[in-house]
């Protein structure tokens, strides 16, 4: 959310930076996983006119516009009372429930022409159609169904908007209604909810829900979905969802699963609609619109909010539609007007590479995707369409490479997939031979030991190492590994161990942490490594491990604890050694991993994890001699003891801040009235 306030604030300035610069009122983003940040980019829709009267109508309240296959509008004008036929190309209307309608919130034109209107005043949903005559007469009405179990005297009908699928099943979307959208057969009977959505599973829900039952959660805690504000339907028949306060919006395949969701998008969506090439186009209350690829990754964002009547910006948009040739329409309820933007090259040339694609013609769509990135380097949908291409040609190294800039997990593990079948494939002769050769060695070794031989002289120069303290001091962690009791035994009553190899331990910890983070495969580390800031992870490594030798030494001096605070750094640095061994190994085997078996990641990980902090409750237990209880105990009130003295220490840290203030502000005082 704070990031999204964030993006808010940055773009609320777009208008006034890019009228300076080119004319156009706004600037153009897209979004780079890359860097996971936004950037600019080249204008994608310039806006083209704003209309305020269609022939001898000015609307009053638009509340809604949507566009049939011939490119002809359909506008619901609350304020007038009908809906607006409107024929751009040939400036011809038609008026649409005139006489029938009230207050008309929402419209919708099916694949056969018929039209679908909800009227929040008259509490129901309108079915039109043209006959003879070529006039739009009423044909079925869609209303709050009689003796249903789904509405009671506390379920209200007041519909917003209107959809239909392939099947002509009517979806009608309530006002406030958590259920989800309301389903009707086309000729008007209700069978039931469709695209609710579900309550969040945060903490706080999931607890309420084990401990209490349905009625209490909803009257006393009020843990209820939240309904949905919009919708839309796409070429397939899948209904897009909206909702006020949730991010983008859902797509749900026909059982009502979510198929298909957006990355990325403002949480105050008012309107979207689906275009020509299966792109989602939504515009937010704050006039911000964003256009989306078919998977969901956001392909622009423009526009912004009007405080001055600028074309190309809006006060209070209430509706979105796009036409065959992708020229967006959009209407404002404030000013009263429709205005219209038409795309770019730029934006036609990312259209058509995606059009080609969707069409399995992958091989075409390399040229567009290269020359998009010619433009753009950044353009994170260009590089994952070429590795789409490139993986559709079976040039799976290349796919490889553009896959990785996109951060398409996905496409690489399966792009890794088959280049690493293809090297197996051809190297498998070469490991035949050499399995055959280091077996042969090690016959004929054992027979003339001849690796006794090339060891003597390293057996000799490691004894004379040996004798020197120091490097028993870097051995003895591994000591403790297989001797834990004793190993620590010794830490505490035969000084061994040393200072200096203590800290080149924690210090090697560092170091493979930091090869962990940089060079595990980016299937399983979502860290971009160029962002990743050297100093930052210096404190997030050592402050913990410091905080926690400090703090255990502190708890231990008052529960009994024999070891002393020398004791404690020594076998804390020691405790490290599983770590030490583990995060460059994984690495190391994450490099030949595909999401398949990331499962031996995922595992190698834990057991890491696993012996490092057996270690460090082993350390707790034969430092300080406690017993498993008291150990446990001990371990508990460390970490909350390094928590309060983080809190501690920012407490001061603000209260010096506020006496540096005072006492700069003294001297300025002081220096005014002298």
Known sequence: MKKIILIVLMLLFVPIMAISANGIPYLTYTYSSTNRRFVYTQDAYLPLSRIQNLEDIEMQDPQDITIDNNDILYIADRGLGFVIKYDLELQQKTIIG?????????????????????DFELKKAFQFE???NEVYELKVTYQEPVNSP???EDTSFDPTKVVTDKANNVYVLLAGNVNG??????????????GGNKIPPTWQNTVTYLLFDENTRRDLFQIIPDPVYNLAIDQDGLILTTTKGQEGYLKLNIANFVYNSSVWGFDNVEDLFVGPYETIFTISSNGYIVEYAPDGSVLFIFSGTDSSGVQGLFQNPTGIAVDSKNNLYVIDDKTKSLQLFTPTSFANLIHYAIELYQNGRYKESLEPWQQVLEKNALFDLANQGLGDA???VQNY??????YEIARDVQGYSDAFWEVRNDILLESGSSVIIFIGIVFLFTLVSRYLKISEKILKPIKTIKSKIMKLKFAKDIVYPFYILRHPIDGHYGIKRESKGSITSANLYYFLFFIFYMFFIYETNFLFNPIISSQINIVEEIVKVFVPLLLFVSANYLVCSIRDGE????????ATSYSLLPAIIGLPIITIVSQVLTLNEGFIFDAMYAITLFFTGFYMLFMIKEIHYYDLKNTIGNFLITLFTGLMIVVVIFIIYLLLGEIVT????????????A
């Open 98 to 118: 005139e006489g029938v309608l009230s207050s008309p919130t929402g419209v919708h034109v099916a694949e056969d022409g018929r039209v679908y209107v909800t």
């Open 397 to 402: 190294r290349e796919a490889l490479y553009y």
């Open 130 to 132: 043209m006959n003879d």
């Open 390 to 392: 490139y993986f559709a």
């Open 181 to 194: 959208l309301a389903q009707f057969k086309n000729d008007g009977s209700f069978f039931g909810y469709f």
């Open 662 to 673: 005072l006492i700069l502000d003294i001297i300025r005082e002081v220096n005014v009235r």
């Open 150 to 152: 789904f509405f009671g």
């Open 563 to 570: 070891g002393r605070f020398k004791d404690v750094y020594l």
